[in-house]
């Protein structure tokens, strides 16, 4: 099985920074693309950043990077606002062995809270 495992959320001043971590460990073989979502309370989840996508609200703001390597996504988050609180979740597209079929991963979440 694939696991990700996300850190470096918080509580946070509006205009001020956090940068998330997702790490993928376990079963994989490869792993074809890794971004982030995020899903405000009453709200559905969204798509945030992945590969060279970004929301149109979080753009100039939040910039996604990967460790291929380690198998890691990175969330950096600048400028934060109020409407930037929500449960920030990693997903991964991968293969656990050779002969597998690309799966969907989810992280377990972490919350964001931009608040003064």
């Known amino acids: 099985q694939v696991q990700l495992v996300e850190s470096g959320g918080g509580l946070v001043l509006p205009g001020g920074s956090l940068r998330l971590s997702c790490a993928a460990s376990?079963?994989?073989?490869?792993?074809?693309?890794m971004g982030w979502y995020r899903q405000a309370p009453g709200k559905e989840r969204e798509l945030v950043a992945q590969n060279t996508y970004y929301a149109d609200s979080v753009k100039g703001r939040f910039t996604i990077s990967r460790d291929n390597a380690e198998n890691t996504v990175y969330l950096q988050m600048n400028s934060l606002k109020p409407e930037d609180t929500a449960v920030y979740y990693c997903?991964?597209?991968?293969?656990?062995?050779?002969?597998?079929?690309?799966?969907?991963?989810w992280g377990q979440g972490t919350q964001v809270t931009v608040s003064s």
């Open positions: 376990g079963s994989i073989f490869s792993v074809n693309s």
């Open positions: 997903h991964a597209v991968a293969k656990r062995y050779s002969g597998d079929y690309y799966g969907s991963y």
